[in-house]
């Protein structure tokens, strides 16, 4: 079955960093396309970033030139390094995968306060 599990979320003062990390199983990872969403309590779903197979990348306007998506095949995992951390960037970060159909996460939560 796919399994998808988040790790690295945290409490970080504003300027930090945080690095992500998403396993996948239950999928050829190497030709899969995957994403990261967060979502803030009391704002719509927001989809951040995306990584195709061949490593193309995609971010919103707010987080570019501040997170880095990328993928390591030999591991089987998906990365969002997070730097220059706001306050507005505090949400629960979901790892996604398309697979046939979509396959989501739990959630880590991030953090950003003083």
């Known amino acids: 079955q796919v399994q998808l599990v988040e790790s690295g979320g945290g409490l970080v003062q504003p300027g930090g960093s945080l690095r992500l990390s998403c396993a996948a199983s239950g999928i050829i990872f190497r030709l899969s396309y995957m994403g990261w969403y967060r979502q803030a309590p009391g704002k719509q779903r927001e989809l951040v970033a995306t990584?195709?197979?061949?490593?193309?990348?995609n971010y919103t306007d707010s987080v570019k030139g501040r997170f880095t998506i990328s993928r390591d095949n030999a591991k089987n995992t998906m990365y969002l390094q997070m730097n220059s951390l706001k306050p507005e960037d505090t949400a629960v970060y979901y790892c996604?995968?398309?697979?046939?159909?979509?396959?989501w996460g739990q959630g880590t939560q991030v953090t950003v306060s003083s």
């Open positions: 996604t995968v398309r697979w046939v159909r979509d396959y």
């Open positions: 990584i195709t197979s061949s490593s193309t990348t």
